[in-house]
């Protein structure tokens, strides 16, 4: 384990050195993605500096124990040695676990795509609540979100909903959240008080750089519309809606939030780039995935990955088995701990594939 943290050292001490070069200062990408890198390899360094500490506790615990010369100094040596004999395993555990070698997506924000599936008006309600769900939670985490262009369902929620969020390691929490979600329970419009299953689909890109995709003007077509969400006259009015569409893969983004045209058409050009990276994220996904056997994240957009189920008051992940009956909580925003046991498998899976490697 020393060996691996000293290799770790090494690069920390490299990294250390090029973020203050002016070079790497005035190279935007590079000096983000160090930073980046720093920030990780700093975690490790204290996890190396917690595990050199106890590796030598541990030696001169034994030392004194095999001495025996003063016995309360032995007792004590017994307890230092005890908690040494504890505490390294776990540390063990958790740079193992740092160790994995981190995708750099995950450290992007994200942009979300709710979309009612099959189920009427109640799907348009259900992802009404996915969006209510997901802001609560990151508000929680201290995350931003703004929406970026929705269309209502004809009995609230909505049809269709984009929204960004911004903040620390958003896509690498958020992907786990991609897939389609399923909700069981009686509709408000059911009058025999019949069970209805209704589905909403979820998608998380990663928010691109202008540097991470370079996008042809001569390749988009930009038309201006006016709004038709909420905001008074001059919204309704105005052209200031855009829609922009990629000629050549025919990929459409639109923004309709702003009261400006420019703003609209900023955060237009942000999801189109955002959709282009992901078309070319999600190929390498699947081949990861089929690489791995992978459950937790294999890039299949179409895979029911859980269930909501109102009348037994229960969350049910599919794709590790994890049911959880605390559906009012999960359903007003508290997410982590599902989030949290995606999190542990995929690492799992990721120590089971990379070992040798790692």
């Known amino acids: 384990m020393l060996e691996k943290l000293q290799i770790v050292k090494q690069r920390f001490d ?5 973020i203050i070069q002016p070079d790497i200062i005035s190279d935007q990408k590079r000096y983000v993605d160090l930073n980046r890198e720093y920030k990780d390899l700093r975690i490790l360094m204290d996890k190396r500096d917690a595990y050199i500490e106890l590796t030598n506790n541990l030696a001169e615990a034994e030392e004194i124990i095999a001495d025996g010369s003063d016995p309360e100094m032995v007792d004590m040596a017994k307890m230092q040695y005890d908690e040494a004999k504890e505490g ?10 740092l160790l994995i070698p981190k995708d750099p997506e995950d450290a992007k924000n994200a942009v979300v795509e709710l979309r009612a599936g099959t189920g ?3 799907a348009s309600i259900f992802a009404g609540d996915l969006f209510r769900m997901y802001t609560k939670y990151c508000e929680s985490k201290g995350w931003n979100v703004s929406t ?5 369902g004809t009995n609230g929620g909505f049809k269709e909903i984009q929204f960004e969020v911004t903040g620390e390691d958003v896509y690498g929490t958020l992907k786990f959240e991609a897939g389609v979600h399923r909700v069981q329970r009686v509709p408000q419009t059911e009058t025999q008080g019949r069970v209805h299953t209704s589905a909403a689909t979820v998608m998380v890109f990663p928010e691109a750089e202008e540097f991470d995709v370079e996008i042809d003007p001569k390749d988009v077509r930009i038309d201006y519309f006016c709004s038709s969400g909420p905001g008074g006259q001059s919204v309704n009015t105005t052209y200031s809606a855009v829609r922009l569409t990629h000629i050549p893969t025919g990929l459409v983004a639109q923004c309709q939030d702003q009261k400006s045209q420019h703003k609209n058409k900023e955060k237009a050009f942000r999801v189109l780039r955002s959709r282009l990276y992901d078309l070319e994220l999600a190929k390498k996904m699947e081949e990861d995935a089929a690489k791995r056997g992978s459950m937790v994240s294999s890039g299949d957009r179409s895979a029911k990955i859980r269930t909501y189920n109102y009348p037994q008051g229960r969350v049910t992940d599919h794709r590790i088995g994890l049911t959880l009956y605390d559906l009012q909580n999960i359903i007003n925003g508290d997410i982590q701990k599902i989030i949290d046991e995606l999190m542990l498998a995929e690492n799992t899976e ?9």
Not at 88 to 97: A, G, Q
Not at 148 to 152: G, L, M
Not at 352 to 358: L, N, P, Q, S
């Open 350 to 358: 990721k120590l089971k594939a990379g070992d040798e490697t790692i």
């Open 148 to 152: 970026v262009d929705f269309s209502e």
């Open 88 to 97: 390294i395993p776990k540390l063990e555990e958790e740079i193992r676990v």
């Open 120 to 122: 009427g008006d109640e």
């Open 14 to 18: 490299e990294v250390s050195d090029l």
